[in-house]
């Protein structure tokens, strides 16, 4: 819960941030992550600033840079002040930025997916050419690694309790299944001669490119949710595209097709790029992810859905494997 809703006086608070803008706000809409306005100067959104104040200034630059080269992304706008970001009484600091109206990416329609993966090509050719001095805080084998050792001490820990839910047998039942393909598929990326290659790559990711951070208006696309954007392999971006709406449609080998035929309409990808996507997409991240919210969750009460997570991605990871294996 943000600081607005937490000070239960919203409006208050809203116009004492806005009264720092030179917008005239003709109405305040509540959405995802943020309040869409509709000012004078066009459809913005006010969202809350997590990132440190370097951070910050990093993705504004970034922003900055592909609008210059004809990408429609939110870049944040200035106040009366000159200042990107402002401060409110509570204490949290929140950003306009420029937004655009249209149709949000529907994941379920093929044209829409065939544009979002022309969409991530372009950025990506964008990203290529800006300098960046950064450097991955760690590769992707350590990534993986570290994942695994994570997935060990969670089993360790449900192990040692002497008192086990349902929902914690059923996850240490299949625990073996998925740490061994963790495993499998972190020496395949150590022995991946692409990644061989292109460990130390450091070039730009948007780092979340999903559906939600994208809106159709006419012939273009608008870009969110830059938030993440780090150095690294570029093809990682594809790959948590690729299985985000993959999860959505059930693995539907056609929907896979469309972002792919999308990308390698501006980015080709090689052999080698292709099995490195899959050794990526064949990672049990979901299991991973359904034991870190069990770690960081209340243990003293489980509730039911859990317990259908646990065997919707049992299904779901066999649907995957299925896929898979005519990926490359």
Wanted: charged residues 30%; aromatic residues 12%.
């Amino acid at each position: 819960m943000t600081g607005l809703e937490e000070m239960g006086d919203m409006e208050e608070l809203l116009e004492e941030i806005l009264a720092q803008y030179d917008l005239e706000v003709e109405k305040i809409v509540r959405t995802r992550g943020g309040w869409l306005l509709y000012t004078d100067a066009g459809l913005c959104m006010l969202r809350e600033v997590q990132q440190k104040a370097e951070g910050f200034e990093f993705t504004r630059n970034v922003r900055e840079y592909l609008e210059k080269q004809g990408m429609e992304v939110d870049c944040p706008v200035a106040n009366k002040e000159e200042e990107y970001k402002t401060q409110c009484q509570c204490g949290e600091v929140y950003a306009v930025y420029c937004w655009y109206p249209g149709e949000h990416c529907d994941f379920r329609k093929n044209p829409h997916l065939f544009r979002a993966g022309e969409n991530l090509g372009k950025l990506h050719s964008l990203l290529k050419q800006y300098p960046c001095e950064h450097k991955p805080a760690q590769t992707l084998l350590q990534q993986m690694e570290r994942y695994n050792r994570e997935m060990k001490r969670v089993f360790s820990y449900m192990k040692g309790k002497k008192r086990k839910s349902p929902f914690e047998y059923g996850m240490m039942e299949s625990f073996h299944p998925f740490y061994k393909q963790a495993w499998d598929v972190t020496q395949r990326l150590g022995a991946c001669p692409y990644y061989q290659k292109n460990a130390e790559e450091s070039f730009l990711c948007h780092g979340e490119y999903n559906y939600h951070n994208l809106i159709f208006h006419g012939a273009r696309v608008f870009t969110s949710g830059f938030e993440r954007v780090t150095p690294g392999m570029q093809l990682t971006d594809l790959a948590y595209f690729v299985r985000k709406v993959m999860e959505k449609n059930n693995w539907d080998p056609g929907k896979g097709r469309e972002i792919l035929l999308g990308y390698e309409k501006e980015q080709p990808l090689s052999q080698e790029q292709r099995e490195f996507v899959g050794i990526l997409l064949a990672y049990p991240m979901k299991y991973r992810k359904l034991l870190n919210q069990y770690m960081n969750g209340k243990k003293s009460w489980i509730s039911q859905k859990s317990m259908e997570k646990l065997n919707g991605v049992k299904q779901r990871e066999q649907m995957k494997m299925k896929y898979l294996k005519n990926f490359i």
